[in-house]
T-cell receptor
Framework: AQTVTQSQPEMSVQEAETVTLSCTYD???????LFWYKQPPSRQMILVIR??????QNATENRFSVNFQKAAKSFSLKISDSQLGDTAMYFC???????????????FGKGTKLSVIP | NAGVTQTPKFQVLKTGQSMTLQCAQD?????MYWYRQDPGMGLRLIYY???????DKGEVPNGYNVSRLNKREFSLRLESAAPSQTSVYFC?????????????FGPGTRLTVT
């Protein structure tokens, strides 16, 4: 079974600064996908960024980027130029690659509550 | 295009009551999922339906049943609600196939069992 660990229950950052959220995972799989989801107070789950494990290049989406270290099983999220709208819970999630019919289920960490301070 | 919709948004039940949470998607997705989110926890998979006509248990299926009514709709039923089922429930859907791994989530249903 896979496990996902987010060691920072809460973090805060000044507006316009940069913050990094940590995530580690444990798996015996070699092919898998990793995700960061954002959950604002509205409760809506919003996909922020995804990374395929077979890709060495770190994913980037505008102000969001990841540092994917496959050997260390680490997948951190960097938010640059933090904005007030970035205030939310952030969940790291793992999905193993499935060769046939299967669940493609997501395994989530417990989340990091990020507050952006004006 | 509404994406994934869930009804109701909020519900309060007494212990032993039953209810069905409804989920529908208009994206023609093959796979649908039910997750629950408890305080201080990430989402955990209850049941999923890889395609119309099939359903399978996830990580925490006890106390729940599901029905994949058609390709659009996937309902979650609590036959005899218990306080331990107080949670926020999310439905999600996915296109299907090996290359389509992104899941799209509904807005959630907050359920309280007293």
């Amino acid at each position: 079974a896979q496990t996902v660990t987010q060691s920072q229950p809460e973090m805060s950052v000044q507006e316009a600064e940069t913050v990094t959220l940590s995530c580690t995972y444990d798996t015996s799989e070699s092919n898998y996908y990793l995700f960061w989801y954002k959950q604002p107070p509205s409760r809506q789950m919003i996909l922020v960024i995804r990374q395929e494990a077979y890709k060495q290049q770190n994913a980037t989406e505008n102000r969001f980027s990841v540092n994917f270290q496959k050997a260390a099983k680490s997948f951190s999220l960097k938010i640059s130029d933090s904005q007030l709208g970035d205030t939310a819970m952030y969940f790291c999630a793992f999905m193993k690659h499935v060769t046939g019919a299967g669940s493609y289920q997501l395994t989530f960490g417990k989340g990091t509550k990020l507050s952006v301070i004006p | 295009n509404a994406g994934v919709t869930q009804t109701p948004k909020f519900q309060v039940l007494k212990t032993g009551q039953s209810m069905t949470l409804q989920c529908a998607q208009d994206m023609n997705h093959n796979s649908m999922y039910w997750y629950r989110q408890d305080p201080g926890m990430g989402l955990r998979l209850i049941y999923y339906s890889a395609s119309e006509g099939t359903t399978d248990k996830g990580e925490v299926p006890n106390g729940y049943n599901v029905s994949r009514l058609n390709k659009r709709e996937f309902s979650l039923r609590l036959e005899s609600a218990a306080p331990s089922q107080t949670s926020v429930y999310f439905c999600a859907s996915r296109t299907g196939g090996r290359a389509s791994y992104e899941q799209y989530f509904g807005p959630g249903t907050r359920l309280t069992v007293t």
